[in-house]
Every structure is written in structure tokens, then in C-alpha cells.
């Protein structure tokens, strides 16, 4: 797809600003990549927590509580110093927190995906296109 992206946007620029284009292109998609994660990231940890909060086990230390809300691993980690029964139902509702949370930040990926496609279709289609994509590519190898 990437590969996709990067001819649509070189082919799309004069051949004297094929440098520039990619340039951009390469810092859009690091930016981008980067801001998904944090923005993604931020939204599967609030889920996990809040919902790993209304989900505890009944009498839950809140020294455990704590370590088992902050990631799945401090759920794992202090599971490990329960009894078998206790640490089940902490590792359980840690886990459907966990997913919960992924789930979640999957969906507003999906559709901030959906919802992008459709902004740059209604944008870009009155746009004029440019000189044949091969034409650019051709002339841009030929000329020094």
C-alpha cells in the first residue's frame, strides 16, 4: 500500500519537485504512524482501565487493584501473589479489559480510515489530473 501511496504522490508532482514530494511523503507517513500509535495507544490503556475498574473481583486489595489497572503485565504480575481463585477472576477481567480496549481502538481506526477515504474522495474528485503518471516518471529519469 505504502509503495502505492509514494508512486501516486511522485507521479502527482513535477519532475523538479519529485525530491520535495517524496520528502513530505516519507514525513506525513512517520508522523502519521506515530500519532496513530500514541492516539490509539492512549484510548485501548483508558478503556482498559476504566472497564478493568468496574470489573475487579470482590475484595480486591487496593495495593493489586493499582498494579493489575495500570497494564495486562501488572495484572499478571500481581495475580501471581493471589490465590488460585482470585488471581482466576483478576486474570479474567484483566484479559476482557485488554480486549475490550483493543476492540475499541481498532473500531476508531477503522473508521477514522473509512471516514479519511471518503474526505480525500469528495475533495479530489473535481480535481484535473495531471500529464500521464509514465510521461512524469520518463521525463523525470531523463532529465538531469
Known sequence: MTTLVV?????????????AASGLSETSTELGGALGIAILGTVAT????AHL???LPTGTQPEIA???????GGA???????PHDAATALLNAARDAFTTGMNIAALIGAATVV???????IVLRHTPTTANPDEQVV???HNP
Open 115 to 121: 471516514a479519511l477515504g471518503a474526505f480525500t474522495m
Open 53 to 55: 475498574t468496574g470489573h
Open 7 to 19: 508512486n501516486l504522490v511522485l507521479a502527482s508532482a513535477p519532475a523538479e519537485k519529485a525530491g
Open 76 to 82: 499478571l504480575s500481581a495475580a501471581e501473589d493471589l
Open 46 to 49: 483508558a478503556v482498559y482501565r
Open 66 to 72: 493499582h498494579t493489575a489497572r495500570d497494564t495486562l
Open 139 to 141: 521525463a523525470a529519469t
